[in-house]
């Protein structure tokens, strides 16, 4: 079966610092990923998504980058993290029929 | 461009049933999805529509789809206090991108 992980669960980084953000799905191949963030309180926000390795499309131009070094691992990054960078990232894989599968979220706040 | 509209609440009595509404502009997906988010964790998918169907039934859910007006619905029968949860309605348009287009979700708050 299919699962998909993100880690850290949880973190607090100071404004200024980088940021580094991993997702990795098993139990398929080929994935399309999306990340996605979540202010608090507020809707999802798309932020990246992938339909294969090194392929990323930008859906915000902010401090963020995304990468895809293997087929099924997705990697959230920053170089210099901003306030307004916290919230919760939800990375998700698409199945055939549409169904998104999401992570267990990894909880930002940015002092 | 695309754009999915939710109210931003509900307040419903435990046992009542709740109806959790939907506006979209893109009337392009094959599917439209309901998804539920407990708090703290991501989201999961509740049920889904098939575009060429006006309703569904599973269990307690019902989804009702109105193409004309753009407009879908949830509804719970006989709520109860595990179904409160943030709820979005979603789409994934067949325009050639691979953008999920989700509300902006709508809190249900069920009281005891």
């Known amino acids: 079966s299919q699962t998909i992980h993100q880690w850290p669960a949880t973190l607090v980084q100071p404004v200024g610092s980088p940021l580094s953000l991993e997702c990795t799905v098993e139990?398929?191949?080929?994935?399309?990923l999306y990340w996605y963030r979540q202010a608090a309180g507020r809707g999802l926000q798309l932020l990246f998504y992938?339909?294969?390795?090194?392929?990323i499309s930008s859906e915000v131009p902010q401090n963020l980058s995304a990468s895809r070094p293997q087929d099924r691992q997705f990697i959230l990054s920053s170089k210099k993290l901003l306030l307004s960078d916290s919230g919760f990232y939800l990375c998700?894989?698409?199945?055939?029929?549409?169904?998104?599968?999401f992570g267990e979220g990894s909880r930002l706040t940015v002092l | 461009g695309e754009d999915v509209e939710q109210s931003l609440f509900l307040s419903v009595r435990e046992g009542d049933s709740s109806v959790i509404n939907c506006t979209y502009t893109d009337s392009s997906s094959t599917y439209l999805y309901w998804y539920k988010q407990e708090p703290g964790a991501g989201l999961q998918l509740l049920t889904y529509i098939f575009s060429n169907m006006d309703m569904k039934q599973d269990q307690r859910l019902t989804v009702l789809l109105n193409k004309k007006d753009k407009h879908l619905s949830l509804r719970i029968a006989d709520t109860q206090t595990g179904d409160s949860a943030i709820y979005f309605c979603?789409?994934?348009?067949?325009?050639?991108?691979?953008?999920?287009?989700f509300g902006t979700g709508t809190r249900l708050k069920v009281l005891a």
């Open positions: 992938s339909v294969g390795i090194g392929q």
């Open positions: 979603a789409g994934f348009p067949t325009s050639g991108t691979y953008k999920y287009i």
């Open positions: 139990g398929t191949s080929n994935p399309n």
């Open positions: 998700a894989w698409i199945t055939g029929t549409g169904e998104l599968f």
